[in-house]
């Protein structure tokens, strides 16, 4: 479909469920793939990017069978590196979980390996990840640009010690690193330099390896330890938790809407940081109910802006942007430079797309501000090819006034039925 344009939206309420996390899933895959075992994921997320890791790993000689429309699946674990006899080239889109995990794990073992992607993959960093891996012995080539895949990779035997890797730019690269370590004959220390940027995301990283058996010793919140020359231990059946930045749409969509709007999958209980998403819409001044596994938003008044920084939640942080526009005020969220080299330069995209609805924008280096207009402008949304633009401005059909959003199927990503699940309560 090129273009979507959605009906004027008056109320959302409702019950609703969301697909399995992309964090985890794709977490929980790689690690199925290395454990000694057979795993038996449920819940899993049917998107692009999971698409891109099962098809790696079929790619490398790793037996995953799908069931219940792909939501299920049991992963024959290698019990170790996934060694390769040829070469392999491997295409992973646009997925940072895909890219930067693998790279790590296939440096490790024996083989030869291209990994490529889409256009947008070539221009999102990972020379810090390469840097530190070749500091361990990874003999990793960058077929294009320095510091940019496409990357080829010869695999080999690693050795441990003590290296740095840098926090600034994504929080995947220490986690590619984390997951790998385990593999190494040697221990391995991990010392983050400078800011750790998503923070969260490491906790869910942590947390997926203690279910596959390896403990990581934290000395401070940048400093990690890691005993070398273990095998990962199938946990047997493991469930996947509903994505809780794919429930942001709907979280806010409550508090624009009246509500209530109940999401199921992400609750108190959640190992994701995007769950405390709604905390942010509370001190908007709406009216929050926690479960272990649901998420309930209510809001009666108007909501009021907020100035936070959102570093650690910068996926849902782009719901809050288009959220602003139904706030009095000015919103300002700060600390959110990485926005720039995700799946589109998002702050960049955010700011043009905002001001297209008629609100007042101003674009920092690593923050933006957002007044919104007294009355939304009809506009037509481009989406850059980036599925959270598609979502969060979904929410501007609040605003009567007829918005278009141009290429919604970018939504494939992370979540394929996300218009008809957000129609579900907003119709
Ligand atoms: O580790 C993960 O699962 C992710 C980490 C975050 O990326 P950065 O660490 O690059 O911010 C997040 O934006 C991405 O969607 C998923
Ligand atoms: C940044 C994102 O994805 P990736 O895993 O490709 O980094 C995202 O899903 O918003």
């Known amino acids: 479909m090129n273009s979507l344009t959605l009906p004027l939206l008056k109320r959302a309420r409702g019950d609703v469920g969301i697909p399995g996390s992309k964090s985890l899933s794709n977490r929980i895959l790689l690690l199925s793939a290395l454990a000694e075992g057979t795993t038996t994921i449920t819940n899993l997320l049917v998107s692009d990017d999971t698409r891109h890791m099962l098809d790696a790993l079929r790619a490398l000689g790793v037996d995953c069978r799908l069931s219940d429309e792909g939501t299920r699946c049991e992963v024959t674990g290698r019990g170790g590196p996934l060694a390769r006899g040829q070469a392999v080239s491997l295409f992973l889109g646009n997925a940072g979980t895909v890219m930067r995990p693998l790279t790590a794990a296939l440096c490790v073992g024996n083989g030869i390996f291209e990994m490529t992607g889409e256009p ?16 361990l012995g990874a003999r990793v080539e960058y077929l294009d640009h320095e510091g940019f895949p496409p990357l080829r990779i010869q695999a080999g035997n690693l050795k441990g010690g003590t290296i740095g890797i840098e926090g600034g730019t994504s929080s995947q690269f220490l986690t590619a690193l984390l997951m790998i370590a385990p593999l190494l004959n040697e221990d391995l220390s991990i010392e983050v330099r400078g800011e750790l940027v998503s923070n969260p995301y490491v906790a869910i ?103 936070v920084d959102l570093n650690h939640i910068p996926d849902a942080a782009m719901t809050i942007a288009t959220t602003a526009l139904f706030a009095e005020g000015t ?86 039925d996300y ?6 309560i907003t119709g």
Not at 225 to 247: H, M
Not at 381 to 398: E, G, K, P, Q, V
């Open 419 to 424: 218009f008809d699940r957000f129609a579900s």
């Open 205 to 307: 990283t942590l947390a997926v390896m203690r279910r596959f058996g390896v403990e990581v010793s934290r000395e401070h919140s940048r400093s990690f330890q890691i005993k070398g020359g273990l095998r990962y231990r199938s946990p047997g059946e493991i469930q996947v938790e509903g994505d809780a930045s794919s429930a942001s749409y709907f979280l806010a969509a409550g508090a624009i809407g009246g509500g209530p709007v109940r999401v199921h999958g992400t609750g108190t209980a959640s190992v994701q940081g995007d769950a405390r998403f709604a905390e942010v819409l509370e001190m908007m001044g709406a009216k929050v109910t926690w479960s272990r596994d649901w998420v309930e938003v209510s809001n009666q008044g108007a909501l009021q802006a907020v100035d």
């Open 120 to 135: 947008r993959m070539a221009e999102r960093p990972i020379g810090d990840l390469i840097d530190a891996l070749k500091l």
């Open 331 to 416: 919103t300002r969220i700060r600390n959110i430079y990485n926005w720039r080299v995700k799946e589109t330069d998002r702050l960049g995209a955010m700011a043009t797309e905002l001001r297209k609805l008629g609100a007042e924008v101003d674009e920092g280096e690593d923050c933006i501000t957002i007044t919104p207009p007294a009355k939304l402008r009809p506009a037509t949304i481009d989406t850059y090819n980036d599925h959270r633009m598609a979502m969060c401005f979904s929410l501007a059909a609040f605003g009567d006034a007829e918005i278009t959003i141009n290429d919604p199927d970018c939504t494939s990503k992370t979540f394929p």
